[in-house]
């Protein structure tokens, strides 16, 4: 297992609510990256956060929005819930400065949006 | 715009059987790939990481090589289990950023 947490663990929300998702990095990492996986597909880019500022953004919508902490956790808001929302939300730290760049998964949050 | 395929999008095979997982990426210009495993419903569990000088690494019965000239990265599995039964994901990450991009994915089934 990673040291990376996620929660909740699933959540059912009803189109057009708001949700926030929360994840914790591994001790030792500064940045943390969001994916969305819908089912039977690759996880996609949502954006990453470096040092509290936002390095980078996928092909999401502006309701998609996120923050990262001092402590590095970091959270993932969604405004306006429509169904395609629906998916397993990944959150990933790393430790950028290293070279590597090895990303490290944390079990993630299964939105079901009805 | 990168872009990255996996081969075959589903696989079965016997216990016991060796066997090749295929991913191909269209910008060679990559800062490095990981291949990841993933149970049903669960997170991704790295399983190797590849740098863009590197060639090949390896983790007990799995190794995994890179051809980044041409765009291409096979994962060899050694020995298969049932417990080796999973989807197998390849991601890369490009030269300029951070962001990794994905392939759709192989699920493996080694049956017993």
């Known amino acids: 297992e990673t040291g990376v947490t996620q929660s909740p663990t699933h959540l059912i929300k009803t189109r057009g609510q708001q949700v926030t998702l929360r994840c914790s990095s591994q001790?030792?990492?500064?940045?943390v990256s969001w994916y969305q996986q819908a089912l039977g597909q690759g996880p996609q880019f949502i954006f990453q956060y470096y040092r509290e500022e936002e390095n980078g953004r996928g092909n999401f919508p502006p309701r998609f929005s996120g923050l990262q902490f001092p402590n590095y956790s970091s959270e993932l808001n969604v405004n306006a819930l429509e169904l395609d929302d629906s998916a397993l939300y990944l959150c990933?730290?790393?430790?950028?400065?290293?070279?590597?760049?090895?990303?490290?998964f944390g079990p993630g949050t299964r939105l079901t949006v009805t | 715009k990168q872009e990255v395929t996996q081969i075959p999008a589903a696989l079965s095979v016997p216990e016991g059987e060796n066997l090749v997982l295929n991913c191909s990426f269209t910008d060679s210009a990559i800062y490095n790939l990981q291949w990841f495993r993933q149970d049903p419903g669960k997170g991704l569990t790295s399983l190797l990481l590849i740098q863009s000088s590197q060639r090949e690494q390896t983790s007990g019965r799995l190794n995994a090589s890179l051809d980044k000239s041409s765009g291409r990265s096979t994962l060899y599995i050694a020995a298969s289990q049932p417990g080796d039964s999973a989807t197998y994901l390849c991601a890369v990450i490009g030269a300029s950023g951070s962001r990794l991009t994905f392939g759709e994915g192989t699920q493996l089934t080694v049956n017993p």
């Open positions: 990933a730290s790393s430790r950028t400065g290293t070279g590597v760049d090895e990303q490290y």
């Open positions: 001790s030792g990492h500064n940045t």
